[in-house]
């Protein structure tokens, strides 16, 4: 009996022991110069504010390790002689998962013997050295932090000044007055096709990305005025980085979700070997949760997705990395509504016609990045990738007719033929290689040089019904490749530690119609004390339009049809801006920031009647004879109140006043469609770190307010006194004289969000929710003619309330 109680007691305390140890991880990562990229040997990674001194120096690969570092938020002290000291704080920390950095570090210009110099790059500016305005990076625990962001790397940008979404629930970045199709996308440094699912033919709206926030890094958005090395972009720029797998020890999570359910795997490819790999996959539970009638859909919407990042580093041909993203979604929908999705030809609904949606996207990107040290000052860097993007849409009319008896009583409907209104078929393709050459000539100058040649390949072939005969007319029909050539020089120059300087060319050149630009850029950055900076540059840009005007077929008054658009220009943009910025302390920072854009050679109908620009082009297109004769100007005030993360809490409060206008043929100023004339933000979030027993509990709560001013439409046809005058027999349905005079009812909406981590002993379990849209506010977009609705007209709301939730484990 003894030998058994000593026994228990024993175990029990063996038991106590166990679950009373504090839960700790590995902290590592890799430190390098800011201007050439390579590895920095001997800094010194010093943990502030622990009791103990801990820390490490960095080895001959820049690398350091910190071991058995308790779960939860750490800072670091980098320093370095002949470097600025850096401070990373709120670093977390859990027991599931590695903690592993990339670091940068800039040298300093002062002279040695001035031994203290602290660094005044400060958390939010940009990773990429040449960007310094209009540029603000996007960490990886933002992106998971903000509320109405979850997995949706496009959702986090609508919370910063100057950025808006289209409310309707799709995935729309509108920057500063400018319409989403004209922004660049890139992951790893590279152009890619937009990362959405069900996105349509130039880019805009779609649903869910294909992008998962779990697989990102810090990156970088750049809303104007961009830095030389980026062109064929006029709106901007979403350089999306993927994470490193780890190169140490096999890690896996596993997330369960309304949205679907992904699965990510990492690791090393062998012991002692500084590669790594990267793979993700994730599968929707739409369509599952809609047979399980959790949630209800007239129809089927199914998506996946997928994407890995491969690094092998080789000790003398540099470090090759592959990289991939591809997604499939496809839907099938009965009797669409205009308030609820917008297809080609449902702008009008008549009493006896309904209407079916079928359609089907897909996507793709590959990509090789190579680097290579040619000495202790300068790399070439180069890639090759391969992206492609296909869409079939097909839209069906379906009459019913009310059959009666000889009294005129009702009897029955009869359904009709499924009879076709609108067809895409879309699949486009793009070969680009690039090279590009930076030297850090010494600790005040750097410069980069690169070229890029890409080969786009193009076949579609777009129709629609004769609202007359219901025989189909033939929108473009196109198999066409187009190149194009890109090259640009960029110097960055710092005076002192106060003043530096980027400036450079961007040259583009379009080879199908041998259209070309020089577009010079600078940017000034002033640090005028250690707490504020004024900052101001200047850029010249352009782009091509979508590829579909270029090939539009137009029908001639004498009825032959013509494709007179081959030879359009470069839609082009001068870019102003000019900012101030306040620092309170490490973490709260004021920006005020004033733009303007100068819009020209905007592709317009070549009619002195016609409202019509491009720009203004959504999900509805018009094919038509265009001419580069149209102007636009966007201009605007920004200001930001910001609080990073630090001791459990951030705020960011937001608000811009901006005006965007255009000009076409017909001479008149009118407001572009996304002239929305205001919008504000206000998050914030708390932490409540170290709960439960253990302690191992978090608890983060985050909210999200948005204001924004009323959405501009086309109004439909009325009389003097204001009354309904559509003529649908005549398919006359809009006043374009009035197109976006006016605006609906300004938009709000609230965003919560919720998380719960636990950490154990080798595995951290988190639990997400979302609550967008709580309110369930529905203000209007657009208004569209419905025979069906009393006054015959409907109109799309804002997307409702829509709730949102992820289990995920690490081990």
């Known amino acids: ?363 793709s990107n590959f990509g090789l990045n190579h680097t290579i040290g040619i000495n202790d000052k300068s790399f070439i860097k180069t890639n090759l990738s391969y992206s492609n993007n296909g869409i079939k849409d097909d839209v069906f009319k379906i009459k019913t007719t009310i059959i009666t008896n000889g009294d005129g009583e009702f009897l029955r409907d009869s359904v009709g033929n499924r009879d076709l209104y609108y067809r895409s078929r879309i699949k486009n393709s793009v070969y680009r290689g690039a090279i590009t050459y930076n030297n850090k000539l010494n600790a005040k100058n750097t410069i980069q040089l690169g070229t890029k040649y890409a080969l786009f390949g193009y076949d579609s072939k777009l129709s629609n019904a004769q609202d007359s005969t219901g025989s189909m007319f033939t929108l473009a029909d196109f198999n066409e490749n187009i190149s194009t050539l890109n090259n640009f020089i960029s110097w960055k120059h ?19 119609n041998k259209k070309s630009t020089i577009e010079p850029r600078i940017a000034l950055n002033w640090q005028i004390n250690r707490t504020s900076s004024l900052s101001a540059g200047y850029g010249k840009h352009s782009t091509m339009e979508s590829v579909h005007n270029y090939f539009a077929r137009v029908k001639q008054p004498d009825g032959s049809i013509t494709e007179p658009n081959k030879n359009l220009d470069l839609l082009k943009a001068d870019h102003f801006v000019m900012s101030y910025e306040k620092r309170f302390g490490e973490n709260i920072r004021v920006k005020l920031e004033a733009y303007y854009q100068n819009l020209y050679n905007l592709p317009v109908e070549n009619n002195d009647t016609s409202y019509y620009a491009t720009i203004n082009e959504g999900t509805d297109f018009r094919y038509v004879e265009l001419v580069n004769k149209g102007t636009g100007k966007n201009y605007g005030v920004e200001l930001t109140l910001e609080r990073l993360f630090s001791k459990g809490y951030y705020y960011l409060i937001n608000a811009s006043i901006y005006n965007s206008k255009y000009k076409s043929l017909e001479g008149v100023e009118r407001n572009t469609a996304y002239n929305n004339n205001y919008l504000a933000n206000i998050l914030f979030g708390k932490e409540f770190a170290n709960r439960g027993k253990k302690q191992n509990q978090t608890l983060n709560l985050n909210a999200k307010v948005f204001f924004g001013g009323g959405k501009r439409y086309i109004p439909l046809l009325t009389d003097a006194q204001g009354n309904l005058a559509v003529d649908a027999a005549n398919n006359k349905f809009w006043d374009y004289k009035k197109a976006y005079d006016k605006k609906f009812e300004d938009i709000y909406q609230v965003n919560l969000s919720a998380s719960y981590k636990w950490n154990k002993p080798k595995v951290t379990h988190e639990l997400f929710i979302t609550l967008d849209n709580i309110t369930n506010n529905r203000a209007k977009l657009s208004e569209y003619y419905d025979e069906k609705v009393p006054g015959k007209i409907g109109y799309v709301t804002q997307f409702e309330m829509f709730p949102n939730l992820m289990y995920r484990l690490y081990f």
């Open 1 to 363: 009996m003894k030998k058994l109680i000593y026994t228990i007691l024993i175990v029990t305390m063996f038991v106590t022991v166990a679950f009373s140890q504090q839960l700790t991880q590995t902290v590592r990562g890799t430190i390098i110069d800011m201007d050439s990229q390579l590895p920095l040997i001997g800094v010194s990674v010093r943990v502030v504010g622990d009791d103990k001194f801990k820390g490490a120096a960095t080895n001959a690969n820049g690398e350091f390790h910190l071991e058995k570092m308790t779960v939860g938020r750490i800072t670091l002290q980098l320093s370095y002689v002949g470097y600025e000291t850096k401070t990373i704080s709120d670093i977390e920390v859990n027991s599931g998962k590695e903690k592993v950095l990339n670091l940068a570090m800039q040298e300093s210009i002062q002279k040695l013997n001035e031994v203290v110099i602290k660094a005044n790059k400060n958390k939010g500016d940009a990773i990429n050295q040449m960007s310094i305005i209009s540029t603000r990076s996007i960490s990886a625990a933002e992106t998971k932090r903000y509320a109405g962001g979850l997995d949706d790397p496009s959702k986090i940008l609508s919370n910063f000044a100057g950025v808006t979404a289209s409310q309707n629930g799709g995935n729309d970045i509108i920057v500063r007055g400018n319409s989403p199709k004209y922004i660049q996308w890139r992951l790893d440094g590279v152009e890619i096709t937009n990362p959405t699912h069900f996105a349509y033919q130039n880019s805009v709206s779609g649903g869910v990305s294909a992008l998962n926030n779990s697989l990102l890094t810090t990156s970088d958005f750049s809303t104007g005025a961009f830095s030389p090395e980026y062109g064929d972009v006029l709106s901007g720029v979403y350089d999306v980085k993927l994470r490193t797998g780890n190169n140490q020890k096999y890690e896996t999570s596993l997330g369960v979700g309304v949205q679907g359910t992904d699965l990510t795997v990492e690791g090393p490819f062998k012991k002692g070997y500084g590669g790594s790999f990267l793979i993700n996959y994730r599968y929707s539970t739409i369509s599952l949760l809609n047979n399980l009638g959790v949630i209800k859909l007239d129809g089927v919407l199914n998506y996946q997705d997928g994407a890995f990042k491969v690094v092998l580093p080789t000790k003398k041909t540099g470090t090759f990395s592959f990289f991939g993203l591809g997604g499939l979604s496809n839907g099938s929908l009965k009797d669409v509504k205009a308030d609820k999705i917008a297809i080609p030809g449902n702008e009008t609904i008549t009493s006896d016609i309904t209407e079916d949606y079928d359609k089907d996207n897909y996507l």
């Open 494 to 512: 710092r005076f002192n530690e106060k003043i530096t300087i980027v400036a450079g060319v961007h040259n583009m050149n379009v080879l199908y």
